[in-house]
């Protein structure tokens, strides 16, 4: 299974590469993104052909360059066995992506297992006796605001069904991120937050460009767009506001 994005501990990579040189750092994070888009934390052992995979990824990458860099990378982050070269970090995370989509998959079809499980029974046979069945209600607990968890990953497939490029899906992660940080800002639900973002209708204006001034107001009409559908930030019922950032209000 191809995955789209990849898990990176920013602070173990910076000190398992202190002493790496910044072309090295470079070739050394192209080789893990490899490992993972190839599915099981591997690369080949295959030097013509690794070779010309990292040429096309990296410009100016010469022989001499990978001669002088790769196969020390290799040796001292990866492990050889039957002919890849396996990064074992890489590999466990792989492995624990693969855990927690089977045990999603298998909570899905236990909840559709037992919505269904009366739909090929005889009505008599799949209406239970009101004389047997015991109702019980329990109160549910709201939902808190919070901050942005640190581990935080928006549903990619949003973006995509919008026609995002993976690049543009991430600058506006990216965006999404540091504004609600440089903002404090707290929501129940992030995932909602970040769909009301993607699906917002002035995407289209910052996808065209704006000023300092019209994009302050833009993000303040995103802000409110996200409050209102969610019920704001603790609030229970806000009020709907005008959501029309400056410079765009009609003649």
Same mark, same amino acid.
């Given at each position: ?18 002493? =790496? /040189? ?8 192209? =080789? ?41 990378? =290799? ?12 990064? /074992? ?9 693969? /855990? ?42 709201? /939902? ?48 909602a937050a970040w769909r009301n ?8 204006t910052l996808k065209h460009g ?42």
């Amino acid at each position: 299974m191809k995955r789209p994005w990849m898990p990176f501990y920013v602070t173990d990579f910076q000190l398992d590469t202190l002493d =790496l /040189k910044v072309d090295e750092v470079g070739v050394y994070f192209t =080789l893990i993104c490899l490992a993972w888009r190839r599915g099981d934390g591997g690369v080949t052992s295959d030097q013509d052909v690794l070779k010309r995979t990292l040429q096309r990824l990296i410009a100016d990458f010469h022989g001499h360059t990978f001669n002088r860099i790769v196969p020390k990378l =290799l040796d001292r982050y990866f492990v050889l066995y039957d002919g890849i070269w396996y990064q /074992k970090r890489v590999v466990n995370e792989l492995q624990k992506a693969d /855990k927690l989509s089977a045990k999603q998959s298998q909570t899905a079809n236990k909840r559709w297992h037992s919505s269904n499980k009366n739909k090929d029974l005889d009505y008599a046979t799949a209406m239970p006796s009101t004389t047997t069945v015991t109702v019980t209600t329990q109160k549910k607990e709201p /939902k808190k605001v919070l901050s942005m968890p640190i581990d935080f990953v928006p549903d990619f497939e949003v973006a995509r069904k919008q026609g995002w490029s993976p690049e543009r899906e991430q600058a506006e992660f990216h965006r999404f991120r540091d504004h609600a940080l440089a903002n404090g800002k707290r929501y129940k639900d992030w995932q909602a937050a970040w769909r009301n973002w993607v699906t917002s209708p002035y995407q289209q204006t910052l996808k065209h460009g704006a000023g300092n001034g019209t994009g302050n107001a833009l993000m303040d009409a995103f802000d409110r767009i996200i409050a209102h559908t969610e019920g704001g930030e603790g609030e229970a019922n806000p009020p709907m506001r005008d959501i029309t950032p400056a410079g765009d209000q009609g003649g």
